[in-house]
Each structure stands twice: as C-alpha cells, then as structure tokens.
C-alpha cells in the first residue's frame, strides 16, 4: 500500500488526512487498528477511516512515525489478501470436494453427470 498524498483539504490542526493507493478498506482499517493501538509510537495518535482518507490525529509527522505508519498500513494490506487467500482455496477445495462427490454418484449409478 502506497501513501500517495496528504490532503490538504481535508486535513485540520492537529489532524493528517492521509491518501493510499490503494484506499485503505475497511478490511484493511480493522486489520489496521488493533496493531496501531497496540504500536507504543502511535497509539497516542488515534487513526479513523473518513471515505478513502485514514485521518490521524498527530501534531507532527517525523520520519519515524511515518515509516512506522506505511509499515502498519502494508502488514494490514498484506494480512487481508492472506485472508482472501484462504478464503479462495477454501471455496475450491469445498467445490473440488462437490465435483468428486457428484461424479462418484455418477459412477456409482452408472450415468454420466449432466
């Protein structure tokens, strides 16, 4: 996940209103959120999902916030397609399992599957 900006627009005083590429999901934001609260540098800085904007209430970014927050952002990007992942092969393997069952039926009774 890239942050691509900061927006101006929507960013306040003592607020950042950041923009990924791509925009942080609300699958993502809840990966995201347990491990930013429990992160001893940003858990002082609370961060909500606004649209495709992730506002963080941070007086000042330092290069170490920031590279502490793209690595959140990128682990939470990566645990979701893990978790996609899964959930892919799962649904294969149950219809690989379908397959082989209404084929051995087929077999058993001797007629083709239609």
Do not use: C
């Not at 934001?29 to 540098?41: G, H, I, M, N, T």
């Not at 000042?60 to 992942?85: G, N, Y």
């Not at 051995?104 to 009774?109: D, Y």
Request: charged share 30%.
């Amino acid at each position: 996940m890239k942050i691509v900006s900061i927006n101006g627009k929507h960013s306040k005083p003592g607020e950042i209103a950041i923009l990924t590429q791509p925009s942080v999901s609300s699958a993502i934001y809840e990966k995201l959120r347990p491990v930013w609260q429990a992160s001893p540098l940003l858990r002082s800085n609370p961060a909500v999902l606004d649209g495709p904007l992730l506002m963080v209430r941070i007086s000042e970014v330092t290069p170490e916030i920031a590279k502490a927050i793209q690595k959140l952002l990128d682990d939470a990007e990566q645990a979701v397609q893990r978790d996609e992942d899964v959930a892919r092969q799962k649904a294969e393997a149950q219809k690989t399992e379908e397959r082989k069952r209404i084929e051995a039926a087929a077999k058993a009774f001797g007629v083709p599957v239609q």
